[in-house]
């Protein structure tokens, strides 16, 4: 990074909210909040000839001494301590359950099984659209337009159901492209949409010095109305447009997304954007290892005319969160009112939105309804689910 992208970065809302939070760590010689010093120290370490280390910016920083906040890095390395063993704990916990089911079910010849590694049988057709939404703008100004790549199927036998990707912050529709037209051999329709202004194109500008970042807040509602819209459009193009008519069951439509595409799919099958959630978290502006946080809350900078805004999309029967971020965002109250199948995909080193906060937690808090039958039934998710809620009551979770 060069002088200029560390100085974009850093003058953003989200990043001087990170700097602020480091700032509370790391202070100057008087005990101020670090923020202005480690944002200079980085900048002037940027520009330096030499590569940019944590040494480098030790030696910019503007003052002669730095101030170590004792009590508030001891209490993140015991953050550090407790979410590491938690995680530990749930993964060797998901491990021995599964080893122990497999021992106990009957044996599959996988050999007789289709690979599911190789392409289906289905020819596959790729066409690209450009649509226009007149009701929103993109972070540019004007009209919001943007591509969406449909891999068909050649199939004339009956309308095949959809699938719908979501990519994650700072990546494009290319992201999923081997994995949509994967699916598509298979029968499915994949439609895959790209988010202006939390792409990748966006974060290049971003990085150049060409885009600040102030509409950073608008993908929270924009990416969950680009499915809908989406969706909208293929209803409409199929009464219009002979070679997809009958092509396509948009009543059956199943979503994948990544990371912030992962919060994509969640908020179309919950509804709402918790906004108490995020006042109560967003609040402690304390040092975190959640970095996703510091993009959750910027959602509470939406205007107040989008604050009651229904994202749900009743033709989305099932969904693939990837990663997804969703522990403050959408919180328990609103993962709550999901009633569709869905499948949450964790990475145990991600640290941009941790397992422990953003899956495990979002993964174990169902409906109560719902939760009494996990802990009643005797399938494989109520004992993965169980294991989460004993480990997290010994962790001091629940």
Do not use: W
């Not at 700097?19 to 200079?40: P, S, V």
């Not at 590491?84 to 359950?97: F, K």
């Not at 994948?256 to 179309?268: E, N």
């Amino acid at each position: 990074m060069n002088a200029v992208s560390v100085s974009q970065v850093t003058y953003t809302p989200m990043g001087e909210e990170f700097l602020k939070r480091l700032g509370r760590l790391i202070r100057t010689e008087t005990g101020q909040n670090g923020l202005y010093a480690i944002r200079a120290a980085a900048i002037l370490a940027a520009d330096a000839p030499e590569d940019m280390t944590l040494l480098s910016i030790m030696r910019y920083f503007p003052t002669k001494s730095i101030r170590i906040d004792v009590d508030a890095t001891l209490a993140l390395a015991r953050q550090i301590s407790l979410f590491t063993d938690y995680r530990d704990a749930a993964l060797n916990a998901i491990s021995v359950e599964a080893k122990r089911a497999i021992s106990v079910e009957p044996s599959i010849d996988f050999s007789q099984r289709p690979n599911l590694q190789e392409l289906g049988s289905y020819q596959v057709q790729k066409r690209e659209l450009i649509l226009t939404d007149y009701s929103r703008t993109d972070p540019r100004g004007g009209k919001r337009e943007f591509p969406v790549d449909i891999y068909l199927p050649q199939s004339s036998s009956k309308a095949a159901p959809v699938v719908v990707f979501s990519h994650g912050l700072s990546l494009d529709r290319a992201y999923f492209s081997v994995l949509a037209k994967h699916l598509a051999s298979y029968g499915f329709v994949s439609v895959v949409p790209e988010h202006i202004g939390s792409n990748a194109a966006i974060s290049k500008a971003f990085l150049q010095g060409f885009y600040y970042g102030n509409n950073e807040q608008f993908p929270f509602i924009n990416r969950p109305l680009d499915i809908t819209f989406t969706l909208d459009e293929l209803e409409r193009l199929s009464r219009q447009d002979p070679t997809l008519t009958n092509k396509m069951n948009l009543r059956k439509v199943g979503i994948i997304g990544h990371s912030f595409g992962g919060y994509t799919a969640l908020a179309l099958a919950s509804g709402k954007i918790n906004y108490p959630r995020l006042s109560q978290t967003c609040a402690k502006e304390k040092p975190t290892l959640n970095l996703s946080l510091i993009l959750q809350c910027r959602a509470l900078k939406l205007p107040a005319d989008t604050k009651n805004i229904n994202l749900q999309d009743s033709r989305i029967v099932a969904a693939i969160a990837i990663n997804p971020v969703s522990s403050a965002v959408l919180g328990l109250e609103s993962l709550r009112q999901i009633k569709i199948p869905v499948m949450m995909v964790q990475g145990s080193n991600d640290f941009v939105t941790p397992m422990v906060q953003e899956q495990l937690h979002p993964f174990r808090k169902q409906p109560k309804s719902y939760h009494k039958c996990l802990l009643d039934c005797d399938r494989p998710i109520a004992k993965i689910a169980n294991l989460y809620t004993r480990i997290g009551i010994r962790y001091g979770f629940y």
